[in-house]
Structure formats: C-alpha cells, structure tokens
C-alpha cells in the first residue's frame, strides 16, 4: 500500500475509525508538535476554539436554511443560533473555554430542536412493522443505557456513520500533514485518543447534517434498511451504510487542517 500510496482506513459498525494504514508522510513533525501543544496551554487555545466554534455555527445556519422548509420553528432556530455567532464573536481572548463551549451547547440545542418532527417516509410496513418513533425526527442525543453510544433512531445511527467517515478524512490529512492527533485543543483525552481530529471535525458536522437530512428528506425507507440489536440500538445495514457513506464523501477535510496549521505558525 506505501508503494502504490494506498490509504487504508477501517471503521466498526458505528462508523468510527479503528485504523489508518498505508499512504506516505504519516509521522508527527516535531516543530508541529510543539507548536500543538503550545497552543493547547497558551493563549491561542480560545483563539483557536472561537474559530472552530464560529465556522460550526456559520455552517449550521447555512444547514438550516438549505433543507428546513420556512417555518416559524426555522425562524426561531436561526435567530437563536445567529444570536449564539455574535456571542462567539464577542468573548475575550482571556475567557476560559467553558464560555465558548456553552455558547456551542446553545447553538447546539436551538439547531436540533428545529428538526423534530420531521417526517421519514416508509415503505413495506406491513410486512414489517418500525417503532413508532421512526416515523419522525425527534432529540439527537436519547436517555437510555448509561454510556452507550447507540443510536436508537435512523437519522442517529446515519449521522453517527457520517460523523465516523468525517472523523477518518480529517484524521487521514492532520497525519498526513504530520500533526499529532491525540493533542487536542477543545476535546481532551479521555476515552479519546485522537481530540484534535473530534476537535477538526466541528466545523464540517453541520456540512454532514445537511447531506444526511437532504438524503432523509427525499428518500423512502424500508425496514431492512436498519437492523436493531440486543440493546435497542439502531445500526445501518451494509447497503445503507454504503449509500451514507457517498453522501459523506469529499468533505474538504484538507482545508480545514490547512486552516488550524495557519494558527500555529
């Protein structure tokens, strides 16, 4: 494969990335290193945090105006997600990161709220019958079994795919550019070995919730398009998988280290 410069990248069931091989210039560059991890405990750490945090925000606007219909539910999203941009905007540079992270959770919240309730179209369930509460978009993060990260809706479990073939593009351009992905600038490294890739992602999820939501919105399902396995979680089966994954694909991951390597000369 380092021959042919052959990237290799394998992914669990979740759409997470297990492994990266093959390819060329995969080595953490020393002078990188330290400049990550002077960032990380200098002043640049909120600097960097408000730009990753600003271009999600930006970016889940442009999410919410390309595949929400006008509603006042949309209306009232954008407001208080335009809101949450102009307070990025407004926090000091000596601001601890937890300002920032709440104004993110704000945005956060406002933005998934607006899709609840939107219909997923079914075929086939009269042969095979679907929960209930697949019949529509409800909450993106679900109360049930403590630490599982199951999805137990559809648009869920495509989301998390999504999110989990983003996570190995960025992941593939931060080594290759010879950063080091477990430091981190937002995300810490608990149950996470690679945050400066979770951190890279931010602003490209909303870019993944738009191509999601557009294929939800114009696609009808069937009931062996997921399977559920013994906790109730919701997985996607090998074609679906398939079809989310060309959704995902070519997600501009290079600009987006391209931009962070800016910040640490």
Sequence with gaps: MFEQNIVLVQLNWRGEVNAVGGGAGYSAKRNLVDAQLAAKHGRRRIEIARWLIYEKI???LDTLRDVLDKSPERDTATMLVKKS???TVAVFAAAPLATLLGIEGRAASAYFRSWYGLPLRWSGLKRTPIPESWREIGPRVMGWRDNSRNARHPLNAMLNYGYGMLAGQVRIQAVAAGLDPSI???HGNKNNRIPLVYDLMEPLRPV?????LKFVRGHTFTPGDFTI??????RLNPQMAKVVAAQVSGLKADRVVTDFLKFLR
């Design 85 to 87: 941009l102009k307070e």
């Design 208 to 212: 993944v919730d738009c191509q999601i």
């Design 184 to 186: 981190g600038i937002m």
């Design 229 to 234: 396995n013994e906790w109730g979680g919701c």
């Design 58 to 60: 930006t970016a889940g």
